[in-house]
C-alpha cells in the first residue's frame, strides 16, 4: 500500500530542511513518507553537491564584524563565495553572522588542521605521550591520537561544534549552506579581538 504525500508533509520537511519542494517531495515519495529517512536522504543529497560544488572559485563574498561583552570581544570575518548575487541574500549575510558570533564565543586558533604549526602538534604529541604513560603499550598509540584529534577539533573552527546548534559542526553548517545556495563557500580568514588580551 502506498501512502499519500501531502502538500502538508511537503512543506513541513522543507521548513525543516530547507530544501526545495520537488527535493522534498522526491525525497517523501522514494522513503514512502517516512519523514526522518526522507531528511536524511536530502542531507545527504546536499552533501553530495556541496562536496562537487567545493573545488569551484570562490571571490565574492562579504566581511562581516560582530561585537561582543559591550565592546570587550570583536570579530572580523571573510566569507566567500562564487557570486556577488548570492553575497547579498539575508541568508548568506545570516551565515557570515553566526560563523562571526561563534568566533567571537569559542575563540578557534585556526580555519582547518592543515593551518596548525607542525610544532604544536608535536609538543601536544608530547604531552599525551606523557599522559598515556604507564598504560599498556597496545594503548599508548590510539590514547595519543585520541588526544591529538580532540585537541585538533577543539582548535579547529569548522570542526567545532556551532555555537546556536552543538550537534552540527561549523563545517556541516557550511555544506548546509552549500547546498541550499547551490555556490561553494569558503571562510577565508578571520580576525578575534579581545580587551587586554
Excluded: W
Amino acid at each position: 500500500m502506498s501512502v499519500q504525500i501531502t502538500a502538508k508533509m511537503v512543506g513541513e520537511l522543507r521548513e525543516s530542511t530547507g530544501a526545495g519542494l520537488m527535493n522534498c517531495k522526491k525525497a517523501l515519495v522514494e522513503t514512502s513518507g517516512d519523514f526522518d529517512a526522507a531528511a536524511e536522504l536530502l542531507r545527504k543529497k546536499g552533501e553530495a553537491t556541496a562536496a562537487k560544488k567545493a573545488g569551484r572559485d570562490a571571490s565574492e563574498g562579504i566581511i562581516e564584524t560582530y561585537i561582543h561583552l559591550g565592546g570587550k570581544v570583536g570579530v572580523m570575518v571573510e566569507l566567500n563565495c562564487e557570486s556577488d548575487f548570492v553575497a547579498k541574500t539575508d541568508d548568506f549575510k545570516n551565515l557570515v553572522r553566526d560563523i562571526a558570533m561563534h568566533i567571537a564565543a569559542v575563540n578557534p586558533a585556526c580555519i582547518s588542521r592543515e593551518e596548525i604549526d607542525p610544532a604544536i602538534i608535536e609538543a601536544e604529541r608530547k604531552i599525551a605521550e606523557g599522559q598515556a604513560e604507564g598504560k599498556p603499550e597496545a594503548a599508548i598509540a590510539k590514547i595519543v591520537e585520541g588526544k591529538l584529534n580532540k585537541f585538533l577539533s577543539e582548535s579547529c573552527l569548522l570542526e567545532q561544534p556551532f555555537v546556536k546548534n552543538p550537534d552540527q559542526t561549523v563545517q556541516q553548517l557550511l555544506t548546509e549552506m552549500i547546498a541550499k545556495m547551490g555556490e561553494n563557500m569558503v571562510i577565508k580568514r578571520f580576525a578575534r579581538f579581545q580587551v587586554g588580551a
